[in-house]
């Protein structure tokens, strides 16, 4: 098999040949932000978006991008035709760059901006069907007065002690609630429930990100006919839930039905899941940057 192609600044080189610096900022400070980005039959899902999203991220940390916004989707269309994928998945970091052993970034002369792109490990197809166990992690989402989570930047420490959290209660996800207790957002997915038809999603001040999922999932559920409100909400609403699913780009659309042992409605992938889930799968073979 022959090697994975990986975008490193300017260059395409293989994967074995993509290496960043020790004294990279982004590896010693976490200083830097990133992108997941979906392909679906040959287009960059909501690819725009997702430039933009890192582009907002970069001036609100003060890190200069040293490519533009076109070139960098010419980049990404290319990334994708170098390593032949039609489906996968593209992730995009872009780091503070090579500095030195001090905080202060100005050691740092240009960013390092890296590409990789792959095939996608989804949760397994069945609980696609059947919807998924998840847990609520002692570990808080951090405040939006420190990190502000919509700030999708390589500190993801938190969101990982949370995702232990989950695997040692052997289920694949874990909710995050805010440092209020508020039911904020799982460590990669945003958070959906249904009560009485209504469809509730906590709003982005709580401190959660702006997930471009979760923007497509509240647009198609509108066209739908369904009423869909951005609203704090607390375990208590989720425990008594009809429905609840997480949206992201890597898990699309998926019904939770158990959240610390409480089962969500009937214990299956609802009907309003399903049917999102439907139109967002149908969302996908139309958006897109072609390449
Ligand atoms: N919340 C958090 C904390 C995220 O990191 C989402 C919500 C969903 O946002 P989007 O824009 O993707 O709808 C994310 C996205 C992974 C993985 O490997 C996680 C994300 C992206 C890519 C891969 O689990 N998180």
Do not use: W
Not at 23 to 46: A, T
Not at 255 to 264: L, M
């Amino acid at each position: 098999m022959s090697e994975q192609i990986i975008y490193l600044d300017g260059e395409y080189v293989p994967e074995s040949a993509a290496k960043v610096s020790v004294f990279d900022h982004g590896l010693l400070y976490g200083d830097g932000i990133f992108e997941g980005i979906r392909m679906y039959d040959n287009k960059i899902f909501k690819c725009k978006e997702h430039i933009d999203r890192l582009f907002a991220g970069a001036k609100v940390i003060m890190l200069d991008i040293p490519m533009t916004k076109t070139e960098m989707e010419e980049m990404l269309v290319t990334i994708c035709r170098k390593n032949n994928l039609s489906n996968g998945y593209i992730r995009l970091v872009v780091t503070r760059g090579k500095g030195d052993l001090g905080l202060s970034p100005t050691k740092c002369k240009t960013a390092t901006v890296f590409c990789i792109a792959a095939d996608i490990t989804l949760y397994p197809q069945q609980m696609y069907e059947d919807g998924m166990p998840i847990v609520t992690a002692s570990q808080r989402r951090n405040k939006a007065t420190i990190i502000d989570p919509q700030l999708k930047s390589l500190n993801y420490l938190n969101n990982i002690l949370a995702k232990i959290e989950a695997n040692h209660a052997g289920v694949l996800e874990a909710l995050m609630l805010t440092h209020d207790g508020i039911v904020a957002e799982c460590t990669g997915d945003n958070i959906f429930i249904i009560k009485d038809s209504v469809i509730y999603t906590p709003p982005i001040h709580v401190g959660i990100l702006d997930g471009i999922t979760r923007n497509t999932v509240i647009k198609l559920a509108r066209e739908l006919g369904y009423t869909v409100v951005e609203k704090e909400f607390t375990q208590y609403n989720l425990y008594t839930a009809d429905e609840c699913f997480l949206t992201g780009t890597a898990a699309e659309v998926i019904a939770v039905t158990s959240v610390d042992k409480r089962v969500i409605g009937n214990g299956i992938c609802g009907d309003v899941t399903r049917k999102l889930l439907q139109a967002f799968k149908e969302h996908t073979k139309v958006d897109g940057v072609p390449f």
